[in-house]
């Protein structure tokens, strides 16, 4: 079955302007997260879903970050006036459910890169 | 912050050794889970290990967990090729399932 998808795969912009990434996690998976891997670095975590809510936006670095989820499936994560030290490449997993003991499947990522 | 920390952070063996790589933690945990992450892909689960439990098997992998030291170790055997990547331990905390990753340990095997 289809996993994890995430496009872009890549994007380049310029400073300042506003950039979407979307995710679409394996169907039926209720849970979905957002992280950020900066080069050599592990993953930080941004926010998680479960369903169309967001429990926990602790991660999200500033105010310029935000993130919504539809119809319990497709997730953006919208970053505004980006700056360059948005660089990173984004993560996007999703899981059964948001419980205990529950693995996470991952997307290949979108490698963001800010002139 | 990031609560995983690996040891070593880059391991390079030849094929057919054995690769052992350890991680530590600090706070208590539900879960640790190890996961490989090749070059420009995402990561992909290995292995998890429940708080309640010591050891766990999953093909060529062997994974430990000793609560009271707040340590994890992976193991392969028989490593190839094809295990090149790096590898990161995460803890599950909380009832969110939310995990905290470290900063990977870098494997490289020779063939």
Known sequence: GA????SPSNKVTEKGKDVELRCDPISGHTALYWYRQRLG?????????????????SGLPSDRFSAERTGESVSTLTIQRTQQEDSAVYLCA??????????????????LSIL | SQQGEEDPQALSI??????????????????????????G???????????????KHSG??????DTSKKSSSLLITASRAADT?????????????????GKGITLSVRP
């Open chain 2, 85 to 101: 990547a790096s590898y990161f331990c995460a803890t599950g905390t909380g009832a969110n399932s939310k995990l905290t990753f």
């Open chain 2, 41 to 55: 892909r995402g990561l992909v689960h290995l292995i998890l290990i429940r708080s309640n439990e010591r050891e």
């Open chain 1, 41 to 57: 670095q592990g993953l930080e975590f941004l926010i998680y879903f479960q369903g169309n809510s967001a429990p926990d936006k």
């Open chain 1, 94 to 111: 999703s899981s059964l459910a948001a419980g205990l003991n529950q693995p996470q499947h991952f997307g290949d990522g979108t490698r």
């Open chain 1, 3 to 6: 996993g994890v998808s995430q």
């Open chain 2, 14 to 39: 030849q094929e057919g050794e054995n690769a052992t790589m350890n991680c530590s933690y600090k706070t208590s945990i539900n879960n640790l889970q190890w996961y490989r992450q090749n070059s």
């Open chain 2, 60 to 65: 060529r992998l062997r994974v430990t967990l």
